[in-house]
DNA sequence: GCCAACGTTGGC
DNA sequence: GCCAACGTTGGC
């Protein structure tokens, strides 16, 4: 089994909770997320040390706004459990849970964002299966390759 | 605010 | 197991 780094990257609307917000908390539990494909790879996929892009969504400007790290194994999200949480879910137990999120850990923020117009231009050298761009994709956490990885953050410095 | 695209739910 | 209805995401 192999023990290199991934990559991935995880949405957030700026007004719930910012890159700017995760570099006041240094680290933040990924609350909330209640899709299960993306549950997977924080569950499956993640593990301490993986790299991830910090994407604004539902905002003026879309794109990646910084970098944080996984902080944690990943663990039961535990909003699903109380009844007051609008992440609240009713099938879920504590000798069962549903939902399972990691703590993420505030890296650095981007000098210049990486606009998701951008993004779009590259979409070639991406792939047309990278989730970010795929028609219609909504995924809120998602792989990125070592590839994706570099050529998105080569953008970064040509604005 | 609109709405396309998608995931989930639940009746049958 | 099908699929209509519904809710959500997220760009624009």
Known sequence: MS???RYWLMKSEPEDFSIDDLARVGTEPWTGVRNYQARNFMRDGMRV???VLFYHSNTDVPGI???AEVASTAYPDPSQFKKSSK???EKATEETPRWFLV???YVRTLAHPISLAQIREHSTDLGEEFALIRKGARLS???VTSAQWK???SLEKKR
């Open 49 to 51: 040390g993986d790299e």
């Open 103 to 105: 703590d993420v850990g």
């Open 65 to 67: 706004y910084g970098i």
């Open 151 to 153: 050529l998105l953050l």
């Open 141 to 143: 956490v998602l792989p």
């Open 87 to 89: 992440y609240f879910d």
């Open 3 to 5: 023990t290199r780094k």
